[in-house]
Structure formats: C-alpha cells, structure tokens
C-alpha cells in the first residue's frame, strides 16, 4: 500500500498527509524494544503462544521496515538506516540444509530492495551470493523450465503455503530488482507535493 502511495507521489497526485503521518507511527510502533534496528510484525500480539511470534523481530521484517522508512523519509546515509541494513547484509543467503532450511524467497525480496538501495560492496556481495543460488536453483528443463520448486532437497520457508507460482514469482521478482527500481531518493516528485512526502524530515 505505501509503494501505491508513493508511486502515486510521484505521478503527482496529492496524497492526503495523514496517510504518510500513520505509516511512521506504524513504524515507530513496531521497532523492536529490545533493539530499535529491528522491527517487529504486530506489536500488539496478544501474549499467547500462536500469537506471540508477531512481537519478536526478524530479518525479514526489518528489511520490510526499513524500506518503508526510506519511503518515508530516511536518506539512505541515515545512520539508523545504515545500522540496520548492515545487519541485513551480514547473513548472506544461503539455502541452509534440508534439517535446517535457510532458503526464503520474501526475506530475499525485502533484503535485495534495501540493499539495492545501499549500493556498494555490501549490496554487491549479498546480491551476487543470491544471484548464484537463484540460478543454481532454477528448473531448466521440462514443462517446468524457468520455475523453482518450492520444495525439493531444501525447501522454500513459504514453499508449502504459496507453492511454485509464488516462489518463482518472488524469484523473478528479487532478480529483477537492479533492472525495475530507481533509487528511492532519485524518484522526482513534484515541488507542490514535496511536502507530503516528508524527504527531508525523520
């Protein structure tokens, strides 16, 4: 929903200023308590045990967070930006083991539009590492040419929820990050609407 508003931002439509005000409350709610460069899924999760997860942080929703924040107003240089995202950088993907499955196709998305945001040795290194393991992994023969299983000898985290279409989806999805997205500070948006974005403020 925010990537419509801000799409929408710079198609030069006027957004109604609460929108973007609810999101950063959204995002201050849920950074973790115990260490505010990671965020949280529900930080009002009732205290039980099906529900409790949503109040632990993740990598895969710090990355979901921290794209937010830069559509909200973080620069890419903001040292709570840059903190974050370090952390991101530093587990570079990996299938993991069939015991131990490390292979998730929606934290590889978040993590590549962040990172791609990054730039540098950071980005090239987890991205060239992903890069190796998509095409690694990738169906090349068969009906199924071009797909991914969603289970196979290491299953996908989402595998059995979303199955090949979702997987191969996010796949190409991730893969296409260098070739679809502008760099979030290089989007124009029009001087009249400038406002609405917050850019300049936290």
């Given amino acids: 929903m925010l990537v419509a508003l801000r799409s929408a931002q ?10 973007l005000a609810g999101v950063r409350v959204l995002l ?22 099906e529900q409790r997860a949503g109040r632990r942080s993740s990598p895969t929703m710090t990355a979901v967070g921290l794209l937010m924040r830069l559509h ?18 530093a587990e570079l993907p990996s299938n993991g083991s069939r015991g131990r499955p490390t292979r998730d196709c929606y934290l590889w998305y978040y993590v590549s539009q962040v990172l791609f945001h990054v730039g540098g040795e950071a980005w090239d290194r987890w991205y060239g590492r992903l890069y190796e393991i998509l095409v690694a992994s990738q169906e090349t023969v068969g009906d199924r040419a071009g797909s991914w299983n969603p ?20 796949n190409l999805l991730t893969l296409e990050v260098t070739y679809r997205h502008l760099p979030i500070d290089q989007a124009v948006v029009r001087p009249a609407d400038d406002r609405e974005t917050g850019r300049n403020s936290p």
């Fill in 28 to 49: 201050d709610t849920s950074q973790s308590v115990e260490d505010s460069d990671t965020y949280v899924y529900n930080p009002y999760a009732p205290d039980t045990p």
């Fill in 10 to 19: 710079i198609a030069g439509i006027e957004i109604d200023r609460r929108c």
């Fill in 151 to 170: 289970g196979g000898e290491v299953p996908d985290r989402w595998g059995a929820f979303g199955g090949r279409i979702y997987v191969t989806a996010l």
């Fill in 72 to 89: 909200t107003g973080y620069a890419r240089d903001d040292p709570r930006f840059v903190g974050a995202a370090t952390k991101l950088a």
